[in-house]
């Protein structure tokens, strides 16, 4: 039996290394896990209580629309609820985009280095892909403009970028967007919103009443700390949304997923708390590097790429061995590069005294 040939040529995507088989593998009792960009300070106290008043409802489907959380988020983000999106994660409606408006004979721009699904959906959709390399580490949407043509359907942008952290600015972004020709649709992945502090980031729900061409896509994965419940969500004119309910699977986010969502939204002072703290743990870390003499990109998220001037794998390796886990650079296009998520204060402390013994050769 064969597959279509085109999808053995998509990329299987490598999510950190789990903890469980690092203990085994180093005989190790205990591991920190740095790779995936998860919140450490995990979720909201509402978040787990809403779960639990639902564990009597378990043989029952969830809400296809997802109508409470629906009218929650729209209320939320002063939009209305038609011009809402929901999916299996932020994931699931990248691959929903890519399968309402990608295949053979169109071509999609996006950076590169950038989030990794967003070309592995263009080759399983039998999309050309365009690439534009990043311009010290940023989108560099000039040129991306540039490269749209005639047969161009989507433009990809992470904005915060993943893996540099790094943003796009509102100046940026608006003059980009009126380059765009209206037919070809804009996504804006930010994914790591929540943990923006710089005010040069644009805030682009304003920007749809505008643009007809824009969507924006967001999560509950991140900051909120539901990874593992996966709700993520899209903004988008009714129009645009009410095209996608046609490749969206029917019950695609589960009942606890929808019930934390709500609840989490609702503790605004649990986000504040989170991203007050990631902004502190980003400051051990330049505080750092800056002592070490290494370069860095400027991060907006809740992770930090740094060249730490050695091969990437020998580096992850050791790290391995002392229980800690991280994304190697070379996973990401970024060799001699590590990405670390921000972690807690002990957390941080223990990989920056394994780094600076790597730094410094300390550890062989």
């Not at 978040?47 to 729209?74: C, F, H, M, T, V």
């Not at 809402?84 to 999609?108: C, K, Q, Y």
């Not at 223990?350 to 300390?362: C, D, N, Y």
Request: overall charge negative.
């Amino acid at each position: 039996m064969q597959p279509k040939q085109r999808i053995l040529n998509a990329p299987v995507y490598q999510p950190g290394k789990p903890i469980d088989d690092v203990k085994r593998e180093y005989g190790l009792t205990e591991v920190i896990k740095l790779a995936s960009n998860e919140n450490p300070f995990g979720s909201s106290p509402k978040a787990k209580a809403a779960i639990a008043e639902q564990l009597d409802n378990l043989a029952l489907y969830p809400d296809g629309a997802s109508l409470n959380l629906r009218w929650d988020l729209a209320d939320f983000l002063g939009v209305k609820p038609g011009q809402l999106f929901f999916g299996n994660g932020s994931d699931e409606i990248l691959l929903m985009i890519s399968r309402a408006f990608l295949g053979e004979g169109t071509n999609a721009v996006m950076a590169t280095q950038t989030f990794s699904q967003y070309r592995s959906n263009g080759i399983i959709e039998g999309a050309d892909l365009i690439e534009v390399p990043l311009k010290d580490g940023v989108h560099d949407l000039e040129a991306m403009a540039a490269a749209i043509n005639e047969q161009t359907k989507v433009v990809w942008v992470c904005n915060p970028n993943n893996p540099s952290g790094t943003i796009v600015t509102t100046s940026e972004l608006e003059a980009f967007l009126k380059k765009v020709p209206k037919d070809v649709l804009v996504v804006l992945d930010e994914a790591y919103y929540e943990y923006v502090v710089d005010p040069e980031y644009p805030q682009t729900v304003p920007m749809l009443a505008e643009y007809s061409n824009l969507i924006i896509l967001r999560t509950f994965s991140k900051i909120y700390g539901l990874a593992a419940l996966r709700i993520g969500y899209g903004i988008a004119t009714e129009e645009l949304i009410s095209s996608l309910e046609h490749v969206r699977e029917p019950f695609n986010t589960g009942t606890l997923g929808q019930v934390a969502a709500r609840a989490a939204l609702k503790d605004q002072e649990f986000v504040k708390t989170c991203r007050d703290r990631n902004r502190e743990g980003m400051k051990q870390y330049t505080d750092s590097f800056d002592e070490w003499g290494l370069s860095y990109y400027p991060s907006q998220t809740n992770f930090i790429l740094v060249d730490l001037k050695r091969d990437s794998d020998e580096v992850f390796k050791k790290l391995l061995s002392q229980g800690i886990i991280v994304r190697s650079g070379n996973a990401l296009g970024f060799p001699g590069f590590q990405r670390i998520t921000i972690g807690t204060k002990e957390q941080n402390d223990k990989i920056l005294s394994v780094l600076k013994e790597i730094v410094t050769g300390a550890l062989k």
